[in-house]
Structure formats: structure tokens, C-alpha cells
């Protein structure tokens, strides 16, 4: 089993910045991909983004292209999500997740494709 648990979600305005965190423990080895989805009230949830194992290959959504970042600390079992020019419709609950495999290309995250391992959320708040 696999435990991800998120924190660093908040309220901020917009055009700030906030920096998202999950550290993951138990069987990590298993873990390929990291990623980050959101889910707004009222909406489904959504890709935010995602990365490699080695760090070497990222895939963001449109939506939040050139304004969020996603790294990870394999040494430190930790994948963090920095969000910066924060927009309103920025605000959602913010899920991180994992899974064995990475797919390669859009095509996959783009059309709603999940990960095996959910962490439970954290809130991120966004006011004009």
C-alpha cells in the first residue's frame, strides 16, 4: 500500500503564490509517476500535472501552463507543487496522487486518466 498525504494548501489573492506538498510512504517503490489534480466546487475533478520518476519529463494542463511547477525529492519520497500568479479559478481542492506507470504524452492525462493512489486533499483558496 501506498500513503500519500498532502499540506501547504491555504487562502492567498490572486497573483500570489503557494507552494503544495505530499509526501508519500509505504511501498513508494512502486511509484513512477507523481501528479497533481484539482477538483473545484461544483466540478469534476482534474489534471493538474504530473512527473516522472527521474524528474525528467513533466506534463502540465493548459490551464495551468507557465504558472505552476511540479518537482519531487525522490530521497525525501516528496512531490511538491509550486503555484504562482494564483488566479481565482485557481480554487479547488487539490489532490496528489501516484501510480505505477507514467504515460508519455498528453493524451492520456488530457482525457481524464487517473493514478492508483489518491491522497485525501487539502484546500486552496484563491480570492480576487
Known amino acids: 500500500q501506498v500513503q500519500l498525504v498532502e499540506s501547504g494548501g491555504g487562502s492567498e489573492q490572486a497573483g500570489g503564490s503557494l507552494r503544495l506538498s505530499c509526501a508519500a510512504s509505504?511501498?513508494?517503490?512502486?511509484?513512477?509517476?507523481m501528479g497533481w489534480y484539482r477538483q473545484a466546487p461544483g466540478k469534476e475533478r482534474s489534471f493538474v500535472a504530473v512527473?516522472?520518476?527521474?524528474?525528467?519529463?513533466?506534463y502540465y494542463a493548459d490551464s495551468v501552463k507557465g504558472r505552476f511547477t511540479i518537482s519531487r525529492d525522490n530521497a525525501k519520497n516528496t512531490v511538491y507543487l509550486q503555484m504562482n500568479s494564483l488566479k481565482p479559478e485557481d480554487t479547488a481542492v487539490y489532490y496528489c496522487?501516484?501510480?505505477?506507470?507514467?504515460?508519455?504524452?498528453?493524451?492520456?492525462?488530457?482525457?481524464?486518466?487517473?493514478?492508483?493512489?489518491w491522497g485525501k486533499g487539502t484546500l486552496v483558496t484563491v480570492s480576487s
Open positions: 512527473i516522472s520518476r527521474g524528474g525528467g519529463s513533466t
Open positions: 496522487a501516484g501510480d505505477p506507470t507514467y504515460y508519455s504524452g498528453a493524451s492520456y492525462y488530457d482525457a481524464g486518466g487517473g493514478m492508483g493512489y
Open positions: 509505504g511501498r513508494t517503490f512502486s511509484i513512477n509517476a
